[in-house]
């Protein structure tokens, strides 16, 4: 049985081990779709500063996100004590609750630079906050339900960095832009399907620790087959969105996008748990460029 390995107490602790605690991997996609909201929200009438587009990626990536990805791993420290034994905190190079504190402390920084932004772009970073740690934390611990975990975890990587940037772009004025609120809610489902696919690899200590994560539920081949679902209906939404506004250029791009998608999601059926990781630098690669180029689009039809 794997047991969270015990630390000296006279052991330092070492930097590389916080930022590995934040997971800078999982940065890009909240920064990417801030990003897209930064693009949708721009343009004429608006104004933007280096400094609250600075201070905004640094919200989306390693403070919103990395707050939740310590989170996550303080209170998934016995789950990751199966599936990742060499992470900080099961092997000891984190010990004690500095797991805990280091996800504490990173959140109230987030706090402190989104409040320095804007009053709005604090109400949402507060929101995304309290998406991730309700995710992870007890008594509501979303991530123990299949649906449920996906779909926070999409809404806040996505959705709430989307408008985020569209917030720091332009005010509470871009939010009313044509498309801006529906494409970050359909992106948000669609990135729930991407999700789905990050969860195989800890389909076993899942298992064990009663986390009903859909491929712990229903296999790996059932929940890829689900996932894929998930990734393309939402896209052909955005597809049928842009169409209807007269955007179809961006709606083209979209729908090859889409296209060279499904012939990945072809290719990881042979097997989804060997593939996935090829699917996320392929697939998913696509899946963004369509999100940019939705945001061009909104941004093109606002003048």
Same mark, same amino acid.
Not at 1 to 13: E, K, P
Not at 70 to 77: C, L, P, S, T, V
Not at 212 to 227: D, E, K, Q, Y
Not at 237 to 254: D, N, Q
């Given at each position: &049985?794997?047991?969270? !390995?015990? %630390?000296?107490?006279?052991?330092?602790?070492?930097?590389?081990?916080?930022?590995? *605690?934040?997971?800078?991997?999982?940065?890009?996609?909240?920064?990417? %779709?801030?990003?897209?909201?930064?693009?949708?929200?721009?343009? $004429?009438?608006?104004?933007?500063?280096? #400094?609250?587009?600075?201070?905004? *990626?640094?919200?989306?990536?390693?403070? @919103?996100?990395?707050?939740?990805?310590?989170?996550? +791993?303080?209170? +998934?420290?016995?789950?990751?004590?199966?599936?990742?034994? +060499?992470?900080?905190?099961?092997?000891? !190079?984190?010990?004690? !609750?500095?797991?805990?504190?280091?996800?504490?402390?990173?959140?109230?920084?987030?706090? /402190?630079?989104?409040?320095?932004?804007?009053? =709005? @772009?604090?109400?949402?970073?507060? =929101?995304? *906050?309290?998406?991730?740690?309700?995710?992870?934390?007890?008594?509501?611990?979303?991530?123990?339900?299949?649906? /449920?975990?996906?779909? @926070?975890?999409?809404?806040?990587?996505?959705?709430?960095?989307?408008?985020?940037?569209?917030?720091?772009?332009?005010?509470? $004025?871009?939010?009313?832009?044509?498309?801006?609120?529906? $494409?970050?809610?359909?992106?948000?489902?669609?990135?729930?399907?991407?999700?789905?696919?990050? +969860?195989?690899?800890?389909?076993?200590?899942?298992?064990?620790?009663?986390?009903?994560?859909?491929?712990?539920?229903?296999?790996?081949?059932?929940?890829?087959?689900?996932?894929?679902?998930?990734?393309?209906?939402?896209?052909?939404?955005?597809?049928? *969105? =842009?169409?209807?506004?007269?955007?179809?250029?961006?709606?083209?791009?979209?729908?090859?996008? =889409?296209?060279?998608?499904?012939?990945? &999601? !072809?290719?990881?059926?042979?097997?989804?748990?060997?593939?996935?990781?090829?699917?996320?630098?392929?697939? @998913?690669?696509?899946?963004?460029?369509?999100?940019?180029?939705?945001?061009? #689009?909104?941004?093109?039809?606002?003048?």
């Amino acid at each position: &049985m794997n047991r969270i !390995r015990a %630390a000296g107490r006279s052991q330092a602790i070492a930097p590389r081990d916080i930022l590995e *605690l934040l997971k800078p991997v999982t940065w890009f996609a909240p920064v990417w %779709a801030f990003g897209c909201g930064l693009v949708a929200g721009g343009g $004429a009438g608006t104004s933007l500063s280096l #400094a609250e587009a600075a201070g905004g *990626l640094l919200l989306a990536g390693p403070l @919103v996100c990395g707050a939740s990805q310590a989170a996550n +791993d303080w209170f +998934d420290r016995h789950v990751d004590a199966v599936n990742e034994p +060499d992470r900080p905190i099961p092997s000891g !190079r984190l010990p004690g !609750r500095t797991g805990l504190y280091v996800a504490v402390t990173v959140s109230l920084l987030a706090l /402190a630079v989104a409040a320095a932004i804007s009053t =709005l @772009v604090l109400a949402a970073t507060a =929101l995304a *906050l309290l998406s991730g740690w309700a995710y992870s934390a007890p008594p509501l611990r979303l991530k123990a339900n299949g649906i /449920a975990g996906v779909l @926070v975890t999409g809404i806040s990587y996505e959705g709430l960095a989307w408008l985020t940037g569209a917030l720091v772009a332009g005010g509470a $004025a871009a939010l009313s832009r044509p498309l801006m609120l529906p $494409a970050a809610l359909l992106y948000s489902l669609g990135a729930a399907g991407i999700m789905v696919l990050n +969860d195989f690899k800890a389909v076993e200590g899942d298992r064990q620790s009663g986390i009903r994560s859909l491929p712990a539920m229903l296999g790996i081949a059932s929940s890829a087959r689900l996932a894929c679902w998930m990734m393309a209906l939402p896209q052909l939404g955005v597809i049928a *969105l =842009l169409t209807w506004h007269g955007l179809t250029y961006g709606a083209a791009f979209v729908a090859l996008s =889409l296209a060279l998608q499904g012939l990945a &999601m !072809r290719r990881m059926a042979r097997d989804p748990r060997a593939l996935a990781p090829w699917y996320n630098q392929t697939g @998913v690669t696509l899946f963004v460029a369509g999100m940019m180029a939705s945001a061009i #689009a909104i941004r093109a039809a606002a003048g």
